[in-house]
């Protein structure tokens, strides 16, 4: 067999692999979303999305954050993005203000009924996510798989 052969087979068994992996960390992240957005709705709370976005704002502490960056946090398009935060406005969850650095900007706020919810919201996600992750997994797998997905973050 030449050497081209070899190299191409190697090649077809790692893409092979790389793509069984990729099959599985999908299904595993839907499946694990799946069960902590039903246990939220179930709960009659907002979703996931909302979850993250009062977390980022909390984060952001008394100097608040900029649409832009909350947006990066999120990895959300512009327009999703501006309607979650009308939609967290409205529900009386977070405050915008003019930023007083850039005068054409805003920053964003979370409000006490924001933390609150957040909070709320914590004690059903924790449980779903034991129940997606954890439950599933010893503590030293949960070890293990965080070490190799903390390794293809980057």
Not at 8 to 21: F, L, S
Not at 62 to 67: E, L
Request: net charge positive; proline share 3%; glycine share 8%.
């Amino acid at each position: 067999m030449s050497m081209q052969m070899h190299v191409n087979k190697d090649m077809k068994k790692r893409n092979d692999t790389t793509v069984k992996a990729w099959v599985a960390l999908v299904k595993a992240h839907s499946r694990a979303l799946a069960t902590i957005e039903n246990s939220l709705k179930a709960a009659g709370m907002p979703t996931l999305e909302w979850y993250d976005a009062l977390l980022e704002l909390e984060r952001a502490g008394n100097q608040g954050i900029r649409p832009v960056s909350l947006r990066a946090e999120l990895l959300l398009p512009q327009y999703g993005m501006s309607r979650l935060v009308d939609r967290l406005e409205k529900a009386g969850y977070l405050k915008r203000t003019a930023d007083q650095k850039d005068g054409r900007g805003q920053r964003l706020f979370i409000t006490g009924r924001g933390k609150k919810t957040r909070e709320k919201m914590w004690t059903v996600y924790a449980p779903a996510m034991e129940e997606a992750v954890g439950g599933t997994l010893s503590q030293p797998e949960l070890r293990q798989l965080t070490g190799l997905l903390c390794k293809l973050e980057g």
